[in-house]
């Protein structure tokens, strides 16, 4: 029996999870698995209403569960910040989810950007580092609104943090069991610091797994390369900011926001599945967001859990959704409605 804590939270993130759950119901009535699902209300709106963000007691309760679904955190009438450090990035470093695992994986080529790319050409795994770099947020103002002001936003890389992400990385790569090769996606030219620690911890674990072949990028070649050769990548590794950056051209690649899931992973605690892309607050409300990104989500979740059959049924029913059904990935042009969309996902589960 699995507990999982659900949280909807702002904008679209109600609409694409309540999809996801559907999906998640159909795929344990067809693998035989049981599940309790409590909901928490963590969001902008909340913190509008009451002021509250997540704090310890939430951080406490969290952990009594399996598995967190995470809809989308955000409202336009939030200054921006207070909900990102006081919910989203509040969850993932308190409850110590330090890899943030975002696959690329094109499922038709009718929704790829890129000229001539097929889904073999596209399909590789982004393992992000999630609890340090520049999100750390260390730093300071010096001589603040004055002509003279410093800002420093300081990246904080410890090596306890790169090397567990790191070898993260090389299991994941042998597990995956595709190319075998693990690239290490930096900017040692002129970070001379943080990428000197990340590059010699990467050749120094990569002893450790002789049968995968490693490779170097720095993160400005890597943009290039994702639309140029992303057939070249199976599995990068990377830091915070990197991470977050390259993952959003990933998902464009990959067909648009519409499809992109990642998990916040602690391997020995509570994860969190989430779809990428936000509240998207002008579409909500019309069942019109596309619920792919999020059932691929609630997949991923399954597949973490130890459900693998499961989690393998729902990315195939969305790969024969994506491929034989919508029209489109973007909202508003799927040629169905958000609830429509969720149900023919759960037709081919
Ligand atoms: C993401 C988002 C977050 C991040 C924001 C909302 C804090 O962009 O999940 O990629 O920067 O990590
Ligand atoms: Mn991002």
Redesign the pocket.
């Known amino acids: 029996m699995y507990k999982l804590a659900v949280i909807p939270g702002d904008g679209t993130g109600p609409e694409v999870v309540r999809e996801g759950l559907k999906v998640l119901k159909a795929a344990a009535q067809k693998f035989k698995f049981e599940y309790t699902t409590k909901e928490f209300d963590f969001s902008g709106a909340r913190f509008l209403k009451s002021g509250k963000l997540v704090d310890a007691q939430d951080i406490k309760e969290l952990k009594k569960y399996a598995a967190i679904y995470l809809g989308a955190?955000?409202d336009p009438n939030v200054k921006p910040g207070i909900i990102?450090?006081g919910v989203?990035?509040k969850l993932?470093f308190a409850l110590d989810q330090y890899i943030?695992l975002r696959p690329v994986k094109l499922y038709n080529s009718n929704f790829c950007p890129l000229k001539d790319k097929k889904p073999e050409d596209i399909d590789f795994v982004v393992v992000r580092e999630?609890s340090e770099g520049l999100?750390k947020g260390m730093g300071e103002f010096k001589d603040k609104g004055t002509k003279e002001e410093v800002a420093i936003q300081t990246s904080y890389n410890t090596r306890k943090g790169v090397e567990r992400c790191i070898r993260y990385a090389f299991e994941y790569t042998r597990k995956r069991d595709k190319r075998k090769k693990l690239t290490l996606c930096g900017k040692t030219n002129v970070l001379t610091f943080a990428w000197d620690l990340w590059e010699r911890v990467f050749y120094e674990v990569a002893k450790e797994y002789p049968d995968i072949t490693t490779d170097y990028a720095h993160v400005d070649a890597t943009t290039m390369w994702f639309v140029k050769n992303p057939e070249w990548f199976d599995v990068i590794v990377t830091d915070?900011m990197f991470g977050?950056i390259i993952?959003?051209l990933g998902a464009m690649i990959q067909g648009g926001m519409g499809i992109a899931a990642?998990g916040n992973i602690n391997p020995e605690g509570v994860s969190m599945f989430?779809p990428?892309g936000?509240s998207a607050p002008k579409y909500t409300g019309k069942n019109v967001i596309n619920p792919l990104a999020a059932i691929c989500a609630a997949g991923m979740m399954l597949e973490n859990l130890g459900e693998a059959k499961a989690g393998k049924a729902v990315e195939d029913a969305v790969i024969k959704v994506a491929s034989q059904k919508l029209t489109s990935l973007a909202a508003g042009k799927m040629g169905y409605s958000t609830t429509e969309v969720g149900d023919l996902v759960v037709e081919n589960i």
């Open positions: 955190v955000g990102e450090t989203l990035l993932r943030n999630n999100y915070n977050d993952t959003d990642g989430e990428i936000g």
